[in-house]
Each structure stands twice: as structure tokens, then as C-alpha cells.
């Protein structure tokens, strides 16, 4: 298996694909195959290794939902609850219909930010995605200056830009895990990122992941490429109102794309969502929750809009932050009913197999991501065949 996998990573990178990459293959918590290949720092002609930090970007979303979960478990948070309940600036809410602003019929249950059918999105050039565009116009903005936005107030400027569809009536994938990190922060009374840090880095031994990386860990954070008219180039890209340096704790921890980790890291809290909860000995989140956690939550109504923009996800759902198999049948992919996981904009990659015991992560930091997307199912295929 290591063998397959090395030559995938080897040939993609020889092909101009990626600059570098790594993949790690665990079963039943066991380590069973880690593979590097390519460059980190295509300039100072740095290998990528197995402490190599990633962006993550929305591999972020199911730290963030488990995050969620904790508090559900503690009876802090109801998941049927009103959003605003909690984030009170979200009572009165506008849909955003043919150019016109009219109440929302129903608010935003907590649920509907986990299920991605609250009706807040990411930018894009529909009339609500170019005013959410606009906060995230502003968020980039601030990022570099002496007052940057913080999760509150994106959070607060989201509810005021209103919605694209009455919540839980369609699934939009948009920043509804941003809001969640202003919540959790409102029931905490901390920071997004010291309740991470309290509840999960500092109990899973996830030394390497944050929101920042410290100038002693920074060479270690990969570069991100883009492909030019010569080949590969580094792109210096601040997405999403996230330093690209990430050289500061930011203002704005994001729950949708915020975190930075290594493949081990991560690892740990994959092994710690199939172990039930439990991490060596410590309890980390209930069975209770983490079974709820890893089921998908689009009722037969939504998951049409599912399929609408991502054709790959026929056979699955979608729930808590995360996709979920539903007919291994339908995917493109070797997959077993009830895995589940998520992926990065740069092409990271997460999965969890608990009817095999397997999980699979990947290291990238590409954009354009169809060819890392490509190389990612081809590896997730070798591993299933293999160890499934």
C-alpha cells in the first residue's frame, strides 16, 4: 500500500499537479502507512515532512462541530434552539428575494448552522452572496490594520446582511460554521480559540494546531501554489480574511476555515471521534455526542441543492459541518456506509471509515484543487482496497 501511494504522491508532483504532499493511513488507531513526496518551499527547496503545518481551511468546520457538541453535551446549547436566543442580533433577520429584503418567516435554529440550511452563504455573485462579500470585503480590510473584526462582530454583520432562502429550506454551503465560533464563544465566556485549546488541542496533545502559527513553528508552514503559464507559483493569498503569514493570533477566529495543523495532529482528533469520544483514557466528548456528531442531517427536501453544486457528493449527505455515506453504491469513490469527513479549499482531506476502522488524511496546499482532489480520491481508493 505504501508503495501505491508513494508513487500517486510522486507522480502528480512530477506532472507539475502539486509541489509536495503527505499522507497518513491509520486502522483501529494503528498506524498503517505514511508517505511524503515534493516540496513545501518550492523556493528554498524545502521537503515536505511529516511535521509539515497546512492551512486547513474547512477541515476547520468538524473541530467546529464537535466544539458544538461539547457544549450540547454539557446542556449548555440546544440544538432546536432559536439562533437567537443566543446571538440575539439574529432575531430579525431578512431573506434576500429577487433584489428585495423581506422578514424571514422562521429564525435560524442552531441546527440549521450545522446542516449548512440556514440560508447564510459565502460570497459569491448571487444578491446575498455580494453583500456577504462586501463583510468579507471589509474583514480583508481590517485584517493588516490597528482595528480588525473580530468573530463577534462578523458574526453581528452577517445577521444584518441577510439570508438567500428561508432557514431549513434548502442547503447552502456559506458561513454558517463562522457564526458558530461567535456562539460557542457567547456560552463560553472565552475565546473561540481558548475553548479549542481548554476542551480539545490540550487534551488530544495537538501541539501544532491554532489559528496562528508562532514565529518558532513558521517554517514549518507550507507555501500555497497556484498553476501559472511556467508551472507552479506561490500565491499569496489572504481568502476568506485570513493572514496568509498567519502570523498572529487573529481577532477573527474563524469555525469555518480558521485552523492551521499537522497531519498527526489531526489525526489525533480523528482517532479520538472513532474511539467513541475517548483519546487514552480521557473522555474528550461522549459516545452520545460523537454518534450524533458523525450522522448526516439533510432531510429529503435539502439534499437536492446538495448534489446541485457538488455532483461528487451523490451517496452522501451532509451533517454537522461534516459529509456522511449514506449508499456506497452511488459514490465515485470506494467508501463504506457511515464514513464521514471534510476537506480543505487548499486540498486537505479527512476521513473516517467506522465500519473499517479506517481514517485517511492528506496534506496539500493547492489551490485549484481539481487535480488534488483527483490525487486524493485515487489514494482514499488504494487505502479502501487495501485495508477495507
Same mark, same amino acid.
Given at each position: 500500500? @505504501?508503495? @501505491?501511494?508513494?508513487?500517486?504522491?510522486? &507522480?502528480?508532483?512530477?506532472? =507539475?499537479?502539486?509541489?509536495?504532499?503527505?499522507?497518513?493511513?491509520?486502522?483501529?488507531?494503528?498506524?498503517? %502507512?505514511?508517505?511524503? !513526496?515534493?516540496? $513545501?518551499?518550492?523556493?528554498?527547496?524545502?521537503?515536505?515532512?511529516?511535521?509539515?503545518?497546512?492551512?486547513?481551511?474547512?477541515? *476547520?468546520?468538524? /473541530?467546529?462541530?464537535?466544539?458544538?457538541?461539547?457544549?450540547?453535551?454539557?446542556?449548555?446549547?440546544?440544538?432546536?434552539? #432559536?439562533?437567537?436566543?443566543?446571538?440575539?442580533?439574529?432575531?430579525?433577520?431578512?431573506?434576500?428575494?429577487?433584489?428585495?429584503?423581506?422578514?424571514?418567516?422562521?429564525?435560524?435554529?442552531?441546527?440549521?448552522?450545522?446542516?449548512? *440550511?440556514?440560508?447564510?452563504?459565502?460570497?459569491?455573485? *448571487?444578491?446575498?452572496? /455580494?453583500?456577504?462579500?462586501? /463583510?468579507?470585503?471589509?474583514?480583508?480590510?481590517?485584517?493588516?490594520?490597528?482595528?480588525?473584526?473580530?468573530?463577534?462582530?462578523?458574526?453581528?454583520?452577517? %445577521?444584518?446582511?441577510?439570508?438567500?432562502?428561508?432557514?431549513?429550506?434548502?442547503?447552502?454551503?456559506?458561513?454558517?460554521?463562522?457564526?458558530?465560533?461567535?456562539?460557542?464563544?457567547?456560552?463560553?465566556?472565552?475565546?473561540?480559540?481558548?475553548?479549542?485549546?481548554?476542551?480539545?488541542?490540550?487534551?488530544?496533545?495537538?501541539?501544532?494546531?491554532?489559528? !496562528?502559527?508562532?514565529?518558532?513553528?513558521?517554517? $514549518?508552514?507550507? @507555501?500555497?501554489?497556484?498553476?501559472?503559464?511556467?508551472?507552479?507559483?506561490?500565491?499569496?493569498?489572504?481568502?476568506?480574511?485570513? &493572514?496568509?503569514?498567519?502570523?498572529?493570533?487573529?481577532?477573527?477566529?474563524?469555525?469555518?476555515? =480558521?485552523?492551521?495543523?499537522?497531519?498527526?495532529?489531526?489525526?489525533?482528533?480523528?482517532?479520538?471521534?472513532?474511539?467513541?469520544?475517548?483519546?487514552?483514557?480521557?473522555?474528550?466528548?461522549?459516545?452520545?455526542?460523537?454518534?450524533?456528531?458523525?450522522?448526516?442531517?439533510?432531510?429529503? $427536501?435539502?439534499?437536492?441543492?446538495?448534489?446541485?453544486?457538488?455532483? #461528487?457528493? $451523490?451517496?452522501?449527505? !451532509?451533517?454537522?459541518?461534516?459529509?456522511?455515506?449514506?449508499?456506497?453504491?452511488? *459514490?465515485?469513490?470506494?467508501?463504506?456506509?457511515?464514513?464521514?469527513? #471534510?476537506?480543505?479549499?487548499?486540498?486537505?482531506?479527512?476521513?473516517?471509515?467506522? @465500519?473499517?476502522?479506517?481514517?485517511?488524511?492528506?496534506?496539500?496546499?493547492? /489551490? =485549484?484543487?481539481?487535480?488534488?482532489?483527483?490525487?486524493?480520491?485515487?489514494?482514499?481508493?488504494?487505502?479502501?482496497?487495501?485495508?477495507?
Amino acid at each position: 500500500m @505504501k508503495e @501505491k501511494i508513494f508513487a500517486a504522491l510522486q &507522480r502528480a508532483v512530477e506532472h =507539475g499537479d502539486i509541489a509536495g504532499a503527505n499522507v497518513l493511513v491509520l486502522k483501529d488507531g494503528m498506524e498503517q %502507512a505514511y508517505c511524503e !513526496y515534493g516540496l $513545501r518551499d518550492m523556493e528554498h527547496k524545502e521537503g515536505m515532512s511529516r511535521d509539515t503545518i497546512f492551512r486547513m481551511y474547512s477541515q *476547520t468546520k468538524p /473541530i467546529t462541530a464537535a466544539a458544538v457538541m461539547l457544549l450540547v453535551a454539557q446542556g449548555k446549547l440546544d440544538l432546536s434552539g #432559536w439562533l437567537g436566543e443566543y446571538l440575539p442580533y439574529f432575531w430579525d433577520v431578512n431573506v434576500i428575494q429577487d433584489g428585495t429584503r423581506v422578514p424571514a418567516k422562521t429564525p435560524i435554529m442552531v441546527r440549521d448552522l450545522m446542516n449548512m *440550511t440556514s440560508g447564510i452563504v459565502y460570497p459569491d455573485d *448571487t444578491p446575498c452572496g /455580494i453583500l456577504c462579500g462586501k /463583510i468579507f470585503g471589509e474583514l480583508a480590510d481590517r485584517l493588516y490594520g490597528n482595528n480588525p473584526m473580530t468573530t463577534q462582530e462578523f458574526a453581528g454583520k452577517i %445577521a444584518k446582511a441577510g439570508l438567500a432562502f428561508e432557514p431549513g429550506e434548502q442547503f447552502r454551503y456559506g458561513a454558517s460554521a463562522d457564526i458558530l465560533g461567535a456562539l460557542i464563544e457567547e456560552i463560553s465566556g472565552m475565546s473561540f480559540r481558548d475553548f479549542l485549546m481548554e476542551n480539545f488541542f490540550g487534551p488530544l496533545g495537538m501541539k501544532d494546531t491554532d489559528f !496562528y502559527v508562532p514565529q518558532e513553528k513558521r517554517s $514549518r508552514l507550507a @507555501k500555497v501554489y497556484d498553476y501559472g503559464e511556467a508551472g507552479l507559483v506561490e500565491l499569496r493569498t489572504d481568502h476568506l480574511g485570513l &493572514r496568509y503569514e498567519r502570523d498572529v493570533v487573529p481577532a477573527f477566529q474563524s469555525g469555518g476555515a =480558521g485552523l492551521c495543523s499537522t497531519l498527526d495532529d489531526y489525526a489525533n482528533f480523528a482517532r479520538m471521534l472513532l474511539n467513541g469520544g475517548n483519546f487514552q483514557g480521557k473522555q474528550i466528548l461522549p459516545q452520545a455526542a460523537v454518534r450524533h456528531l458523525t450522522h448526516g442531517g439533510l432531510n429529503e $427536501r435539502q439534499k437536492p441543492y446538495l448534489y446541485e453544486g457538488w455532483v #461528487w457528493m $451523490r451517496g452522501y449527505t !451532509y451533517g454537522n459541518l461534516m459529509r456522511v455515506c449514506e449508499d456506497e453504491s452511488q *459514490t465515485t469513490l470506494f467508501a463504506g456506509k457511515g464514513e464521514y469527513g #471534510w476537506d480543505g479549499w487548499l486540498g486537505t482531506f479527512f476521513s473516517n471509515e467506522p @465500519k473499517y476502522g479506517i481514517t485517511l488524511l492528506f496534506g496539500v496546499q493547492q /489551490i =485549484g484543487m481539481g487535480q488534488a482532489a483527483t490525487l486524493v480520491r485515487k489514494i482514499k481508493n488504494i487505502v479502501m482496497g487495501e485495508l477495507a
